[in-house]
């Protein structure tokens, strides 16, 4: 039987369970999921024929605060995959010192195949199936991949039906027009960008002298590219769901962002072309793309791309994930075998949750920031959970991913505790009289 992707997740936990100082009850605690909530979601089509998509949301630990997690769309959606997905958020904002819990959710469905007003049906009848689940404090929702600002905006404008209330807090991501911050869009690849620039000196690298892949070219994996591309690193190879592009002295990046864009319709919520049909560059699969001899390899796309079958050919120095578990924890090993430097997704995709959070502040103190107060605040935090990480991982000689655990795990392992241990129950101080 395959293993699912839960109990690969939840390997890294093991790992760093033998270098956090944490509680059995912590340990107890994080093993399941608190609540996973399947849905079916009935949509009147254009055609006036009805389909029934199924939907998922689950909410795995909110210890440290409400639940936090971004909505996918995509065909290959299952609740194993947004348990993963929600696993990985309770991390990631314990790692961030982020006063979240972990939660995700997904819908399957190939949202390309769906006219902009099946779309608009499926993202409020999605929200009409979970009302009951989320909200402000108990679970906010997010954009994930196929899912935008847009959809975000229904999501609330639906929630904020159903309530009554206008609830802008209940989703972050949102067009700016409706409550969003400043900054979320590019949140991912910006803080992605801080954390690479924060490392590189580590390795006496330069980005001029630097050459990088880049997997995925969508909200994080494009703008990462351009930020990188400015900052004067040298991007050779770039590719989407079609394949990709290579060029050995670097691709032209705002050239394919331009030929990207120019193919989305106004009112077309998906591109159908390529950057495959760039002229004058090479064309290289997703596959040949993960083994391409460069400094930095980002993969930005989506999980399991880098497995045991292909982990011997990778040839990048520095992997930098920055879709969420790109890397199975096999694949991990041999990485490390390699002596392959992999950052983990809990921190370098963290900006995208880190300004999410950001955005939920404003909302509720109904004060809103500038672009330069939401990067100063996105860069301070996420280069000092990245230094803390960085010296877990040189005190105990561990990976960067185990020691971003660590560090995650430190901080639930306390807020587990604060509701009393089992020291706590057993030396009987609870008894009344
Ligand atoms: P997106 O929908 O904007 O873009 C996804 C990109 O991946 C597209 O370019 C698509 O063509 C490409 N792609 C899809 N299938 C592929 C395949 N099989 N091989 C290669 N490329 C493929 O999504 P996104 O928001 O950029 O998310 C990408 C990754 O980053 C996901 O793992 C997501 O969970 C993670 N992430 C995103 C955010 C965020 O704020 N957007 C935050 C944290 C993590």
Known sequence: MT???????SQRLEQALKYAAISEDAIESL?????SLSVSIPVRMDDGSLKVFQGYRVRYDDTRGPGKGGVRYHPNVTMDEVQSLAFWMTFKCAALGLPFGGAKGGITVNPKALSRMELERLSRGYIDAIADFIGPDVDILAPDVYTNSMIMGWMMDQYSIITRHICPAV??????SMGGSVGREAATATGAYYVIQSMLPRFDMTPQTTTVAIQGFGNA?????????????KVVAVSDSQ???????????PAVREMKASTRG???PYCDRSVCEIDDQDVLTNEDLLKLDVDILIPAALENQITEDNAHDIQAKLIFEVA????TSAADQILNQKGIYVFPDILVNAGGVTVSYFEWVQNRSGLYWTLDEVNQKLQSRIVEEGDRIWAIARDHDISLRTAAYVHAISRLGEAISAKGTRDYYTNGHGRKG
């Open 324 to 327: 969420n578990g790109p890397i």
């Open 266 to 268: 106004i009112r077309v």
């Open 221 to 233: 994996g494009g703008i990462l590219a351009e930020l990188m591309f400015a900052a004067g690193y």
């Open 243 to 253: 394949g990709g592009v290579y060029a050995k002295n670097g691709l032209d990046i």
């Open 31 to 35: 093993k399941f999921p608190q609540t």
């Open 171 to 176: 989703v972050t991501g949102k067009p700016i």
């Open 3 to 9: 293993k699912s992707m839960l109990a690969d997740a």
